[in-house]
């Protein structure tokens, strides 16, 4: 198919995208909020001037080509503009629709088919290539390909996602479930991990069925791990069952079919089991879990399950912890897709400063994104890098010992950040700043 395909004729005309357009009054109070438009001043840069390209593409006044598929494709899904606007016109959405449109022209490049319609859905090849993959980071393999730009070669792409290799540790959580005291439970649906509480809590807590992210079970496993604890410590009971990747990477980048089919397989997966919440320390996964009910819409199953959600901060800020002890400055970023997406700013710093004990040290533009953004690391490293750079700078003015927050792609990509600048303060998780203050009481 040509590239220079018309919108309206590929079916963007619908009623939604109508709706969105019409709201949007140009009035630009979106433009600094934008972290792409702050960058390049350029107006096709900010939500308003997507919007204006998208209705000139659905009028037919413009083609959808690669050019002006770019500006769609460069988004960082952080959904700045939509909290700035009055009308709240859904930005990401829009987006979503011209990436899916675009690729529905455009065949996707070749890995991101691979990863999003084959990999994602096969839990065992992906755990399979992660271990070849540690264990090409440990043997050095992987960095004298790099070094060698063999690589770089095959794909740049490739070779920007070899440099997250770095954050592959060697017992991914799924590997630690015995060390941390699971066992191994019969259950029609399936086997499953179960972990009870063993000492005795200040009161009884939810049954929480544990939805181990990509990110937090390859790249953050001890973010991951340290939730766990402190739900244990919380009372709760804790179960782990095999399920999929939660389907976000491949919404945000246009794949929405792929995205509809890995929620379907978790919903499968996960409703045959009896629990109280979905719980997730990984803030991406517990906003698009919470997502499925429109995604998988008239799935009744699907609906329910998403009700039962609960980002990780959101449930512990509920429970009873005793008081812990730490003596460290903290600075807290605000993910996008826990603050502004799930509307999850305050349990954090409560669970930082009134549970943990920290200093809380507010850094400037806390709620801003760092430059993760779903896969825009790896598919947009330069736009990703320099929204990152001003992440640092805040970071680092607060003087604080430790940054937290609540999302494993936060986490790694502030780290590799503050390495690369060769900054002493510590990249944790608000799990693992309460694990540690926990355990020191
Ligand atoms: S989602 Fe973020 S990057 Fe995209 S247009 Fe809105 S503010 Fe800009
Ligand atoms: S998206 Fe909202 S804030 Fe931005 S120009 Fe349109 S109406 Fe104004």
Redesign the pocket.
Known sequence: MSDDTHVADQGMASAFVGEELV?????????MACPTYRLSAVETDS??GR?ALLEAMREGQLPLNAETANPFLECLACGA?TE????S?D?NELVALVREEWYRIKVPPLDEQFVFNKLLARPRTLAFIMRALSSAKRSGLAEIARRLRLVRLVSPRLDTALGWVDTIPAYFLRDRLKRLGFRKRRHPAGKYWLRTFEVEPIAPGPQVLYFVGCASNFSQPDAAEAAIKVLIRAGCEVMIVSHYCCGFPAYVAGQREAARRLAALNVLALSRYSFDFVVSESAECSHFLKRYGELLDGNEEAERLAGTVRDFTELVAELRLPKGQTEERVTYHDPCHLGRGQGIREEPRHLLTEVAGAELVEMREANSCCGAGGFQSITQPAISQAVLQRKLEAIQETDADIVATACPLCMTQIAQGLRRAGSSIAVKHVAQVLADALEED
């Not at 709201?23 to 433009?31: D, F, I, Q, S, Y």
């Not at 700035?84 to 009308?87: A, H």
Request: charged share 15%.
């Open positions: 709201r949007c009054n140009r009035c630009g109070l979106c433009l939500a308003r919007i503009c700035t606007c009055l009308t016109v930005v």
